[in-house]
């Protein structure tokens, strides 16, 4: 699976680099899902498995980017206060 099949697919939006890193990630994801529980009869070896993989590794990618972004003024004394 490359970048541009995962974009038309999908219609999620993300940078090359991005998508780059997380199918690495999924990838990994995969392969101890298969080495503990199986490949469930050929299931997971199926292209939408490793997708479903990516976008959650995007959605991870981009929630712990915006808690640490959020972490920032804080650990800088600069947060406001109520």
Same mark, same amino acid.
């Given at each position: ?34 080495? @503990?529980?199986?490949? !469930?009869?050929? =299931? ?5 498995? /490793?997708?479903?993989?990516? *976008? ?5 990618? @981009?929630?712990?980017? !915006?808690?640490? =972004? ?5 650990? /800088?004394?600069?947060?406001? *206060?109520?």
């Amino acid at each position: 699976m490359n970048y541009t099949d995962f974009i038309s697919s999908n219609g999620y939006i993300c940078t090359e680099s991005e998508f780059e890193i997380a199918k690495a990630h999924a990838k990994n994801k995969l392969a101890v899902i298969i080495s @503990r529980f199986g490949d !469930a009869n050929g =299931e997971r070896l199926e292209d939408y498995y /490793l997708e479903q993989l990516i *976008r959650e590794e995007l959605r991870a990618e @981009r929630v712990s980017k !915006a808690l640490f =972004e959020m972490q920032i003024p804080h650990c /800088l004394g600069t947060a406001t *206060r109520d």
